[in-house]
């Protein structure tokens, strides 16, 4: 159905884990290298985590970093799925990769959930107000 065809972040926002990952997980785990895109690997960590699987969006945020060392990944992908899994430091350091890389996804973390996790670290706003934006709750 057309449902099952969305991207995966449409669900992580929802709130519905059980169908993102049963409809995600399949199709990501099928596809070659290549074609594993960073953005729905992020969605699919993101929703592993709030659904409790640590160990499996640990898997894919080290996924992630290894591809990262051979082509572009969006430093803010990895920074959400660290932020998402409680490890404030991490993401606080690919958050300040994101910035000296120019990441386009920046704005992205005033709107964003795994950043909300972020909020109460003062350390964040600091790194907000550094970047032009300001932390909205």
């Not at 926002?13 to 990952?21: D, I």
């Not at 640990?58 to 969006?74: D, F, G, H, M, T």
């Not at 000296?100 to 996790?117: G, K, N």
Request: hydrophobic content about 40%; aromatic content about 10%.
């Amino acid at each position: 159905d057309g449902e099952s065809r969305r991207e995966p972040s449409v669900f992580t926002g929802s709130g519905r884990w059980p169908f993102c990952l049963s409809t995600t997980c399949p199709a990501i785990r099928n596809l070659d290298q290549e074609r594993r895109n960073p953005h729905f690997l992020a969605a699919l960590a993101y929703g592993m985590a709030r659904a409790g699987d640590r160990v499996g969006a640990l898997k894919i945020v080290e996924e992630l970093e290894r591809a990262s060392q051979e082509r572009y990944i969006p430093a803010t992908q990895i920074a959400g799925v660290y932020a998402n899994l409680g490890k404030i430091p991490e993401s606080l350091a690919w958050l300040e990769k994101a910035y000296q890389a120019r990441d386009a996804w920046l704005p992205q973390l005033t709107v964003t959930p795994p950043f909300r996790s972020l909020h109460a670290d003062p350390r964040f706003p600091e790194f907000m107000a550094r970047i032009g934006l300001r932390v909205v709750d």
